[in-house]
């Protein structure tokens, strides 16, 4: 079946400190793959987005992410966390042929502490 | 940019009641979808919606069903609603061609009491 597994339910980093949120996926086309943030009480913003090509892509907000198909990963990454980056964060994943619906994972809570 | 508007931010209704909830979006956007959201289970979905009066059951429609009678709007309808529907609803469209990203409204936090 189809999934996208966010192991982290909840993660809490320093201002200032790298951020790594993981993501892992299961399915069986080539995948698409989003990462989107809720602020509380808001709908999701996307941050990036993979299609093809490469495997880095470079988000809004300083954020990055990468695919590794080997591993069926697309941890999203911050070099420096600030504080308004305290929210929820969703990985999302679909396919040419899944027409335009996509598999959300549980989310991943983040806190930032001064 | 692409703009997704929902009718209500929070809404407070009995059990019981019919509800309706209301979408638009100003893209032109062919597909639309409406999810719930629970703490600790993402996003689920309940309705989506490739075209004009095109309906498909998504992962949890049941208690739920859907209008589409024009492009830019999408309606989701609780019959009659009950406490185990308390929770945020989210809507999203997106185009048809290339792209698969979802625009998100900002959503409606609806409680049944």
């Known amino acids: 079946a189809q999934s996208v597994t966010q192991p982290d339910i909840h993660i809490t980093v320093s201002e200032g400190a790298s951020l790594e949120l993981r993501c892992n996926y299961s399915?069986?086309?080539?995948?698409?793959l989003f990462w989107y943030v809720q602020s509380p009480g808001q709908g999701l913003q996307l941050l990036l987005k993979?299609?093809?090509?490469?495997?880095l892509v470079q988000g809004i907000k300083g954020f990055e992410a990468e695919f590794k198909r080997s591993q069926s990963s697309f941890n999203l990454r911050k070099p420096s966390v600030h504080w308004s980056d305290a929210a929820e964060y969703f990985c999302?994943?679909?396919?040419?042929?899944?027409?335009?619906?996509?598999?959300f994972g549980q989310g991943t809570e983040l806190s930032v502490k001064p | 940019d692409v703009k997704v508007t929902q009718s209500s931010r929070y809404l407070v209704k009995r059990t019981g009641e019919k509800v309706f909830l209301e979408c638009v979006q100003d893209m032109d956007h062919e597909n639309m979808f409406w999810y719930r959201q629970d703490p600790g289970l993402g996003l689920r979905l309940i309705y989506f919606?490739?075209?004009?009066?095109?309906?498909e059951k998504g992962d949890i429609p049941e208690g739920y069903s859907v209008s589409r009678e024009k492009k830019e709007r999408f309606s989701l309808i609780l019959e009659s609603a009950s406490t185990n529907q308390t929770s945020m609803y989210l809507c999203a469209s997106s185009g048809r061609q290339g792209s698969y990203e979802q625009y998100f409204g900002p959503g409606t936090r609806l409680t049944v009491t």
């Open positions: 399915y069986g086309a080539t995948p698409y």
């Open positions: 999302a994943v679909g396919s040419y042929n899944q027409g335009g619906k996509l598999i």
């Open positions: 993979y299609f093809s090509g490469d495997t």
């Open positions: 919606s490739y075209d004009v009066k095109m309906k």
